[in-house]
Structures are given as structure tokens and as C-alpha cells.
T-cell receptor, first 110, second 113 residues
Framework: DAKTTQPPSMDCAEGRAANLPCNHS???????VYWYRQIHSQGPQYIIH???NNETNEMASLIITEDRKSSTLILPHATLRDTAVYYC???????????FGQGTRLTINP | EAQVTQNPRYLITVTGKKLTVTCSQN?????MSWYRQDPGLGLRQIYY???????DKGDVPEGYKVSRKEKRNFPLILESPSPNQTSLYFC????????????FGDGTRLSIL
């Protein structure tokens, strides 16, 4: 599975959009981009995933560049409860295993 | 409510005393997996199971055993725990179909003295 690179930490003001970048320049054509988050020491929580089109659900939006070498997770109106470590994971279609990197520690400030 | 349940949530024990961490899911998922999380090392897969009676090693299986006799349960067994197994453990499950997200339990914090 392709390796991902994320900034170790980011800050965002409450109520603003949080934009979390991820670089996956070696991604293959059959690999999907997944985002999970981990709030404090709770179990990781699935957020969203996509292949090449932009995706949106009730939690977030995922924007994948046309060349698929990078993506951005957008939390449109961040709240204090969105403070967490966010993991960008690339996973081959049909594979079950998740390979977690170090993620981005997002802090939402009042 | 759909969930993955781990027990116990916290355990302090001593070296060599066999212990079992249970994991149960109520979503009829085929796939189940165990991870451990350590500072600076992130989440690493210990064992996984694609279905009943089918288990396989992950990245860090040494010192652990698992079994999958029923679809809903996937216990993690430490036959002779050692201090280097002190960690935060997570169980996860999912369907094996295409691109299914994994659901994680709330974690078990083990301390081996």
C-alpha cells in the first residue's frame, strides 16, 4: 500500500473549516484514500473514503487532486469535539488491512 | 446499537499470568482484527481473521494467540504476558466486501508488571 505524508499537527478556530492535507504521491490506480480519526485514546473512527472523485458525507468532505497524488479532508464547521488525531490511509481495493501512520493532531481552539 | 465490545477495558497484571481480552461484534461482520498502539509506533496489526476458523498473523504476532470459533467473537490470548506487551489494544471488524469501513472497539489498556 502507498505511503502517506501528513503534517504532525494543525490548529483551527472553532466554527471555521479545518482543511487537513495528505500526500500520497505513489498511490496506485486501484488504491483508495481513507480517513479515520482517533479522539484521545478511543478507538479510531471511520470518516470518509474515495477513489478519484470528491466525496461528501455528514461528517466531512474529501477532495482528491486530479493526479490523485494528494487529498484534503475538510471539516466544514469545526467544533471542539473535532479535536483528534486524523489518519490518512491508502488502501488497495479488496484489501482489509489498515496501515496507520502518525497522523495529524488537529486542535480546535475556542 | 452496532458496536464492537472489548473486555476488560483496563487490566493490570503480572508477568506470566495468562490473560484473555475478549472482543465481540453484533454486526455480522466476517473480518475481525486486533491492533496494538504504542507511543511513537502508532497502530500495528497483531492478528486478523477473514471468517470463522480462518486466522492469520499481522505485523506483530509474537506472544499472542487468537481464535475464531464463532463469527461474533475474536478473543486475544496472551499465554505468558511480558512487560513489552503493555499497550493499548483495539479490536476492529468489518464486512469483507469492497471498501467496507472498519469499526473499532473502545480499547483495552493492559499493564504487565
Amino acid at each position: 500500500d502507498a505511503k502517506t505524508t501528513q503534517p504532525p499537527s494543525m490548529d483551527c478556530a472553532e466554527g471555521r473549516a479545518a482543511n487537513l492535507p495528505c500526500n500520497h504521491s505513489t498511490i496506485s490506480g486501484n488504491e483508495y484514500v481513507y480517513w479515520y480519526r482517533q479522539i484521545h485514546s478511543q478507538g479510531p473512527q471511520y470518516i470518509i473514503h474515495g477513489l478519484k472523485n470528491n466525496e461528501t458525507n455528514e461528517m466531512a468532505s474529501l477532495i482528491i487532486t486530479e493526479d490523485r497524488k494528494s487529498s484534503t479532508l475538510i471539516l466544514p464547521h469545526a467544533t471542539l469535539r473535532d479535536t483528534a488525531v486524523y489518519y490518512c490511509i491508502v488502501r488497495r481495493e479488496g484489501a482489509q488491512k489498515l496501515v496507520f501512520g502518525q497522523g495529524t493532531r488537529l486542535t480546535i481552539n475556542p | 446499537e452496532a458496536q464492537v465490545t472489548q473486555n476488560p477495558r483496563y487490566l493490570i497484571t503480572v508477568t506470566g499470568k495468562k490473560l484473555t481480552v475478549t472482543c465481540s461484534q453484533n454486526m455480522n461482520h466476517e473480518y475481525m482484527s486486533w491492533y496494538r498502539q504504542d507511543p511513537g509506533l502508532g497502530l500495528r496489526q497483531i492478528y486478523y481473521s477473514m471468517n470463522v476458523e480462518v486466522t492469520d498473523k499481522g505485523d506483530v504476532p509474537e506472544g499472542y494467540k487468537v481464535s475464531r470459533k464463532e463469527k461474533r467473537n475474536f478473543p486475544l490470548i496472551l499465554e505468558s504476558p511480558s512487560p513489552n506487551q503493555t499497550s493499548l489494544y483495539f479490536c476492529a471488524s468489518s464486512f469483507t466486501g469492497r471498501n467496507q469501513p472498519q469499526h473499532f472497539g473502545d480499547g483495552t489498556r493492559l499493564s504487565i508488571l
